[in-house]
């Protein structure tokens, strides 16, 4: 009998291949054509534009195995994970999709079949419900009918739930429609027979029918004319109830990851409960972090990146809350990988980053581990309510999180263990004024207008011609002027103008946009950008130069070749750079980012420390090694799966389609890329790396540059080693060592200088001669030839070992300014405190100061007033003792 996760999700992938489904990989955690979602967190993400119509489909049936994180807006389990036995912020959901095929019979059936003939669940626990229908969309009788008549459940097994239950929608537009629940019967021991009893009913298999669409906000649900299906299963709770157990965290999958975080802090789970949730805590947050950073997600401060650090140190600090005081985090989510890389062997492609990743994250959190918490141990914070409540300022938690790594939640569940509560708006408050000084973004923005959307309906996709040809004759489809469809533009006019068919390479993938011209009969319009706001829609961004263009109008689209020339170069300059960056660091530098334009390239890439001056250049050196074997870059347009088994690397923000085009430079380098590139990787002539900062946590970025931007380069280097050469009067081969002179020169000087300081300070004469002894304490009070701060400390910690004990006190002119030391040796330091005396000596210099008992600095405008200023010490003193 199929048991085990592995089993299972293998089983559901053939199931519904053998009922003619296409068979997909999970899509990214992060969704490359959605904005409006920080995660992927419903089998149906990858698929939306499909829905939508915006995107042509791979195939009339789909069936996947998604990865998904819910911890952000309306799905939002955080506080519960660990607690209860079936929140998580990582888990997998099983899905098959129709898109415009079967309907909701062939739904029913599928699941139906699968759950009770495959997996072997027994019909009688299972039940069933359907939309009751309100006063939008009527009650879906049909999928009763379906139920009852012809799969067979007992009326009384099928249950009516309202539009919150049992109705989808995609957002206030788009397609909607009822759903349908699958539902697994625990028995009449736990309660009544209804949808709110989730204790009694688990939610097993969850059946979407797409069959209306709403155009605009508030209208009127209209029938789709192609009806979909969306179905959801979630994997572990189907798992947990085929492995017999009450809870998700005791199958297969958690329990191994559960026995590492016990073994790391030597206890059994099951012999404590708030142990236990510790434990489960750390394993369920274990495999969210290791399938993120699989995907290029690291710990940081904003965005995605810091819901991962906030999942990671919430993990971290319950391992210390078991008593785990070494490093333990990068172990189980290693464990994660071991139990899953069968399923996503990304994570064994990246397993050592991951490792990397975790171990850093965590050493970094558990130095500001123990202040966070001795802060929040302090009593001297909190606020107390009418009832005596403790409560902590917002501001104190805000400063928990940015200065120490403490998440709001954290802090409030260590409040929940200590008695004391947040003073929520208060951190809101420091965290919007946080927010404003720093400039904090949000994730994603729409680019394209409701006319760019309406020329792609109606026109359809541009046919780009660019990767064969730099000119081509096209027909204009589309103008936008001011976000708004027009039929003509005229002189002086920027417009956007779609056509037919294109040789303009629209921005995408890091590469820019062509520019050129549009040469049409009397008249001609200048190219200034190309984008591609949404997919298949190249819009050429145009400042109307003489005539006027109308819609329908047959033109010439003509490329700036010399430009598209130097970008193609720097683009396939980042595929030979990203190849010698993983040749010297390793697999783990794999790239994040990168901007290629004519002028430089810009590479972001995953690495943890600064590159070392010869790590850089031996990158420079195989780069130019690899330009210099004059090797072919070609292109071969075949499927992912297909790509991926020769090697070829791929980012998982990009969204690829059922054919991608793979780019090979020789028999090195090969990469997924939609981008234009030079015919042979000796067109980049030369290659320089102009600088390599940090960008992020775990991010390096590299600039460089190739072909005429590299000799230019090299041309201005050249130029600026010759005026260094000349101002020091040397030639450039000896530049370094002349440099080196002049540093060694340098110090000798600065040292003289300060040993000059130090005599001045002396005034040649013998200060000792101006002691005296009031009430048997020595007293020194002298003007120096200079006010030097650092000399005076000095001269002052002098005269203190040759006075023995007694007080002194020394003033200079620093700069036409009083400056003023006074020092008590340490056995007057009860009777006699340098930083309150000093203030009244700073007074007759118009100044202020203070300091420590035995020694005390101070300034002030007056610098006629020195000689006054350090006699006065011996009235004082005589004053204190008398």
């Not at 016990?262 to 969210?288: F, L």
């Not at 710990?299 to 995605?304: I, V």
């Not at 794999?590 to 943890?608: I, P």
Request: charged share 25%.
């Amino acid at each position: 009998m199929i048991k085990s996760t592995s089993e299972i999700r293998n089983a559901f992938l053939k199931f519904f291949e053998s009922k003619s489904h296409l068979v997909l990989p999970s899509g990214s955690l992060i969704p490359a054509q959605d904005p409006t979602l920080m995660f992927a967190n419903a089998g149906m993400v990858q698929f939306k534009n499909i829905f939508t119509g915006e995107q042509k489909k791979p195939a009339p049936r789909a069936t996947t195995v998604q990865k998904c994180i819910r911890i952000s807006g309306k799905h939002n389990d955080l506080e519960n994970v660990g607690r209860t036995s079936r929140h998580h912020t990582f888990f997998e959901m099983l899905g098959n999709f129709s898109f415009g095929d079967y309907f909701k019979e062939g739904a029913c059936q599928y699941g139906w079949e699968f759950l009770t003939e495959i997996l072997g669940f027994p019909k009688d626990k299972l039940w069933v419900s359907i939309f009751r229908g309100d006063e939008n969309a009527p009650r879906d009788d049909e999928a009763f009918d379906i139920w009852s008549k012809k799969i067979g459940v007992s009326p009384d097994r099928i249950l009516e739930g309202d539009t919150k239950d049992n109705f989808w929608s995609m957002g206030d537009t788009g397609p909607c429609g009822p759903c349908s629940e699958i539902m697994y019967d625990r028995g009449e021991a736990f309660g009544e027979a209804s949808l709110e009893n989730g204790e009694r009913f688990f939610e097993v298999w969850n059946l979407v029918f797409m069959q209306y669409v709403v155009e605009t906000p508030g209208a009127a649900m209209k029938p789709l004319p192609a009806p979909c299906i969306d179905t959801g299963a979630g994997l572990e709770r189907i798992v947990s109830i085929l492995q017999e157990v009450d809870s998700n965290y005791d199958i297969d999958l958690f329990l191994p990851l559960i026995a590492v975080a016990a073994n790391a802090a030597g206890k059994k789970y099951g012999d404590d409960p708030e142990d236990d949730v510790s434990m489960r805590v750390i394993a369920d947050h274990a495999r969210m972090a290791a399938h993120l950073i699989s995907e290029g997600i690291f710990p940081e401060k904003t965005g995605r990146e810091y819901v991962l650090r906030r999942v990671m140190r919430r993990a971290i600090r319950h391992g210390h809350r078991l008593g785990i005081e070494e490093l333990f985090f990068h172990d189980v989510a290693l464990k994660v990988v071991d139990e899953m890389k069968d399923a996503y062997p990304e994570l064994a492609e990246h397993r050592a980053l991951i490792d990397k990743v975790c171990r850093q994250e965590e050493k970094q959190f558990r130095q500001t581990l123990s202040r966070g918490l001795e802060l929040l141990g302090s009593n001297a914070h909190w606020n107390i309510s009418d009832t005596g409540a403790k409560i902590l300022p917002g501001e104190i938690a805000f400063d928990l999180s940015a200065t120490y790594g403490f998440p709001l939640d954290l802090v409030e569940v260590i409040g929940e263990e200590q008695g004391f509560s947040v003073d929520k708006d208060g951190y809101a408050t420091a965290e919007q004024v946080h927010k404003t000084a720093s400039g904090g973004g949000k994730i994603g923005e729409a680019a394209a207008s409701k006319a760019h959307r309406q020329i792609l309906e109606n026109c359809g996709k541009t046919v780009f011609l660019g990767y064969e040809a730099a000119v081509c004759d096209a027909s204009v489809v589309g103008i936008v002027v001011d976000g708004e469809q027009t039929g003509a533009a005229g002189a002086g006019i920027t417009a956007e103008v779609i056509l037919n068919q294109t040789v303009f390479y629209g921005e995408s993938g890091g590469q820019v946009g062509d520019t050129g011209l549009l040469l049409f009969e009397d008249g001609e319009a200048e190219v200034i950008n190309t984008t591609k706001p949404l997919d298949g829609l190249f819009v050429h961004t145009c400042k109307m130069k003489q005539g006027t263009l109308k819609t329908g109008v047959t033109l010439q689209a003509k490329v700036d070749t010399l430009r598209r020339n130097a970008i193609s170069r720097h683009h396939t300059a980042t595929h030979l750079l990203h190849y010698a960056i993983r040749t010297v660091l390793g697999p783990h530098a794999t790239q994040k980012g990168s901007r290629v334009s004519d002028e430089s390239l810009r590479f972001d890439f995953t690495h943890f420390e600064a590159m070392t001056s010869a790590q850089l250049a031996e990158v420079e050196k195989i780069v130019s090694q690899m330009i210099m074997e004059n090797a072919p870059v070609s292109t071969d347009v075949t499927s992912y799966a297909n790509a991926k088994k020769t090697g070829a690397m791929a980012l998982f923000e990009e969204n690829y389609g059922d054919e991608v085009r793979l780019v090979s430079v020789g028999d090195k380098s090969r990469e997924l890329c939609g981008g234009i590139h030079a015919t042979r990787s000796g067109d980049l002539g030369a290659f320089n790396i102009v600088y390599e900062s940090g960008v992020a946590a775990g991010v390096r970025r590299i600039e460089a540059v190739c072909g005429d931007a590299a000799i230019e380069y090299n041309a201005s280097q050249k130029r600026i080693l010759h005026q260094a050469a000349a101002l020091l009067k040397t030639n450039t081969g000896d530049l370094v060592a002349r440099v080196e002179k002049s540093i060694l020169r340098e110090k000798e000087l600065v040292r003289e200088i300060e040993r000059l300081k130090r005599s001045l300070a002396g005034g040649g004469v013998d200060l000792m001669a101006s002691v005296r002894e009031i009430g048997e304490i020595k007293v020194l009070g002298a003007s120096l030839g200079v006010g030097d701060p650092a000399a005076m400390r000095d001269t002052v910690d002098s005269l203190r070992q040759k006075i023995g004990s007694g007080v002194i006190c020394l003033t200079g002119d620093n700069d036409g300014k009083a400056a003023i030391i006074v020092g008590v040796t340490k056995d007057l330091t009860d009777r006699i405190h340098a930083g309150k005396l000093i203030g009244e000596v700073a007074a007759i210099v118009g100044g202020k100061g203070g300091g420590r008992p035995d020694m005390a600095q101070a300034g002030g405008p007056l610098a006629e007033k020195v000689d006054e200023a350090a006699k006065s010490i011996y009235d004082l003193v005589g004053k204190l003792v008398s």
